[in-house]
């Protein structure tokens, strides 16, 4: 029987206060505090969409992290002539060269950490 478990929400107002500081242990990153993903989550809401992540051993919080979605478009960064060739292409084709890119974290970057554990060392695939 696998003794890891994960419980995932979509929102902040979701995350249990409690069990979210110890998974995310006893100093973590400001990134993870939920105030900075509340904030993060309005001012993003309209483009983007997130997952919070709380991981458990046998019941006992080990670890947290944030995932979200940010829309990125191909062709911004393009010389002009593609550009130009993109613009006519989507007037029939919308989402030509516009994507969602999944990654770990949120679409705000603040240089820091977006994933932490508690201090409870991983040793041989079990929290110690």
Do not use: H, Q
Not at 43 to 49: I, L, P
Not at 77 to 100: C, Q
């Amino acid at each position: 029987m696998n003794p890891y478990t994960s419980r995932v929400v979509r929102s902040a107002a979701e995350i249990d206060p409690a069990v979210w500081k110890e998974a995310c242990g006893p100093e973590p990153s400001a990134t993870l505090d939920i105030r900075f993903l509340r904030v993060v989550e309005r001012a993003f809401g309209d483009v983007s969409r997130f997952w919070y992540v709380t991981f458990f051993d046998e019941g006992r919080p080990i670890a947290c992290a944030c995932y979200s979605t940010y829309p990125v478009d191909a062709a911004l960064m393009a010389p002009e002539p593609v550009r130009r060739g993109v613009a006519f292409i989507r007037r029939f084709w919308k989402r030509f060269l516009r994507f969602e890119l999944m990654m770990g974290g949120l679409p705000a970057s603040t240089c820091g950490r977006r994933r932490t554990s508690s201090r409870r060392r991983m040793t041989a695939g079990r929290a110690t």
